[in-house]
């Protein structure tokens, strides 16, 4: 008589235990756990329960889902947390695991933000539901569409409370995504003006030569107080911001710079030197060829044909060729 092999099948788990399991394991690693991790710790149970339990877990708001370059990762939400990221993610509470994951990928592209196509692309979403994602979470205040200077008929998004950042929004050369060059142009003018003063004043004094040429000498702090009291830019102006001016009018031949030692914390300094300017009288006219607009331009870096910022539609290029 042949011998029959009954196959016994494990007894259901007790679907309160799987998810005890569940959050023991996030508690063991707390930068989250995959999928693969939960099955070899639970061989046992099959893929369906693990799913019910895990999207219990998530809609209860026990469980964060997250992406990483090795996929979808699980991560006990730290209620003690109570900075701004816990502040949007309780915002985020009944949303399904698409939004969620969309959220994270946004959240993780920080203050540059992210193009609708490069969500597509990490999420592996449809587009319609993508828009349809990213219009719920700009009417819940997480998330915000902010107009990129790199490509003017695209919009970036981010986290609602940040602040994007220069290479978005262009800083202070910019407003609503248009290049200020009067602003740029009567800052120039300002500084320059302000380093000629202090070149006339030093000449006034009749000391010896050597006394007058250090004391013509300027700091990138001095030129940045001086243009912050006269209160010509409505943006709140860097140090950066005016040592960027101040290289143009390098470039020009009209001022030059060196680099001296400074003690820690003297004012204007950074990492223990300071950059001095001074207005100079150039020896000779010159040349067209240097007097090329793009060696000064302090936004050539997002001059492209094609965007905003372009060759064929800069006035300074047109001046230069007429010249």
């Excluded at 004094?205 to 001095?222: D, Y």
């Excluded at 830019?233 to 020009?252: A, F, Q």
């Amino acid at each position: 008589m042949a011998e029959v092999k009954v196959k016994v099948q494990p007894p259901d788990a007790d679907p309160v235990e799987i998810e005890n399991r569940i959050i023991e394991l996030c508690h063991q690693f707390p930068h989250g756990i995959t999928d693969q991790v939960i099955q070899n710790e639970m061989p046992h149970i099959e893929a369906q329960q693990r799913a019910v339990a895990i999207n219990r877990l998530l809609s209860m708001g026990q469980l964060d889902l997250l992406r990483s370059n090795t996929g979808l990762l699980y991560r006990i939400k730290d209620s003690q947390n109570a900075g701004p990221v816990s502040f949007f993610l309780s915002k985020m509470k009944g949303s399904d695991n698409q939004e969620k994951l969309v959220y994270q990928i946004i959240e993780d592209a920080g203050n540059k933000g992210i193009w609708s196509r490069d969500i597509r692309y990490k999420s592996n979403l449809p587009l319609t539901e993508i828009n349809k994602i990213l219009k719920n979470l700009e009417s819940k205040k997480l998330i915000k569409a902010v107009k990129s200077v790199a490509a003017s008929k695209k919009k970036v998004y981010m986290l609602y409370n940040l602040q994007p950042d220069r290479s978005v929004t262009g800083g202070a050369w910019y407003s609503d995504q248009d290049f200020e060059s009067e602003f740029v142009e009567v800052l120039n003018q300002q500084c320059f003006k302000f380093l000629q003063t202090k070149a006339e004043t030093a000449r006034e004094s009749k000391q010896n030569p050597m006394i007058q040429r250090n004391s013509s000498f300027a700091s990138s702090h001095e030129v940045w107080k001086f243009i912050c009291e006269l209160g010509i830019s409505k943006v709140e102006l860097s140090m950066e911001d005016i040592e960027t001016i101040l290289n143009t009018l390098i470039y020009d031949g009209k001022v030059e710079m060196t680099i001296i030692a400074a003690k820690e914390g003297t004012v204007g300094s950074v990492d223990g030197h300071m950059k001095l300017y001074r207005a100079v009288n150039p020896v000779i006219p010159p040349t067209g060829l240097v007097r090329a607009p793009c060696g000064l331009c302090p936004v050539f870096d997002d001059c492209h044909e094609g965007g905003e910022i372009s060759p064929s539609n800069c006035v300074y290029m047109t001046e230069w060729l007429e010249f």
